[in-house]
């Protein structure tokens, strides 16, 4: 008789019991796996520090220092003084420099977001999708010099803008001599050149719309301006709300594409918060209101923000 031996599984380890401790082991093994995130996280954590954190804290300093630039061994600290110099009587600061970058900001995301609704809809009717949305994302990747030159050459006195004008019977414009048109001539200017990602956001945003919502207000004898304003554009709110943001975001810190066309002028017709702190930080050599103009900036990047979050986030609660 032949014996069978069968083999001899080993006992299962118990699941450990959750909230338990755990074993030295485990504790060994997690620290393991931490110290290599960490290790694989360093370049980024170290990028960070050397190009964010110090100099965050650099201009810090400088804000509440006086300083020309090149010796540090000549920091002399002031206090509030710089935060007070841009706004004491006199400072051109709040106007017309912040001001016109309010102004500057609004225009642009106005006239973008209109347009880039205006067009994703009609794109989003149309064959051929993908070469529209290609042919209007073009300005995007245009560098904001060659932008900035044509238009500066078009806005010329017998430039394509005038000739325009004198065709339909309509006298020439200084739009970039005259301060009362400078402004509004370089904000469609940044809003033309922004609409490709506003057209590219919202074209997906329309793409994510139920085609259901609107066979059904179809059936119901719906319009297409009804459903325009009481389906597709409500729908669209988190869309909107993200070129909102960018658009005003990138408004607020506009500095290339006013310093290629107009340098500010004429005047302080177009001078904006970025352009200010250039001059008084390189042109002027004054680097603490410069830095103290920087973080007055981001304050108002932030309440700007979160203003704009909170319309958004009551207008979504109350539809």
């Known amino acids: 008789m032949v014996n069978v031996l069968t083999p001899q ?3 299962r380890a118990p699941d450990p019991v959750p909230g338990a401790p755990a074993g030295p082991g485990r504790r060994r093994g997690r620290h393991r796996e931490t110290l290599v995130a960490y290790l694989f ?5 170290l990028f960070f520090a050397v190009f964010l954190l110090l100099p965050l804290g650099f201009a810090l300093l400088l804000s509440v220092s006086r300083w020309t630039g090149f010796d540090l061994g000549a920091i002399e600290p002031v206090g509030p003084g710089n935060f007070a110099a841009l706004f004491a009587d006199g400072s051109t600061f709040l106007v017309p420099v912040l001001t016109n970058t309010l102004l500057f900001a609004l225009g642009t995301v106005a006239l973008a977001l209109t347009g880039s609704v205006v067009v994703a809809t009609c794109v989003d009717r149309l064959r051929f999708q993908g070469l529209w949305r290609t ?10 010099v060659a932008v900035g030159n044509v238009w500066k050459y078009m806005y010329e006195p017998g430039g394509l803008a005038n000739g325009v004008l004198n065709a339909l019977g309509i006298g020439s414009v200084a739009f970039l001599q005259d301060p009362d048109t400078a402004l509004p001539s370089v904000v469609v200017v940044q809003a033309w050149a922004s609409l490709g990602s506003a057209i590219l956001v919202l074209t997906a945003g329309l793409k994510s719309v139920p085609a259901s919502y609107h066979e059904a207000a179809a059936l119901d004898g719906a319009g297409v301006g009804t459903v325009f304003w009481r389906i597709t554009l409500p729908l669209l709110r988190p869309s909107l709300l993200f070129v909102c943001v960018t658009q005003f975001l990138t408004g607020l810190q506009s500095f290339a594409l006013i310093t290629v066309m107009t340098r500010g002028g004429p005047g302080d017709a177009t001078n904006v918060a970025a352009l200010e702190m250039y001059r008084r930080a390189f042109e002027h050599g004054d680097w603490g209101t410069a830095s103290a103009a920087a973080f007055v ?3 108002v990047v932030l309440v700007v923000t979160l203003a704009q979050l909170w319309v ?8």
Do not use: Q
């Open 135 to 144: 042919l209007y994302f073009l300005p995007i990747v245009t560098t904001v």
């Open 41 to 45: 996280l360093a370049p980024a954590l």
């Open 9 to 11: 599984t080993p006992e």
């Open 297 to 299: 900036l981001f304050a």
């Open 312 to 319: 958004f986030r009551r207008a979504g609660e109350d539809a």
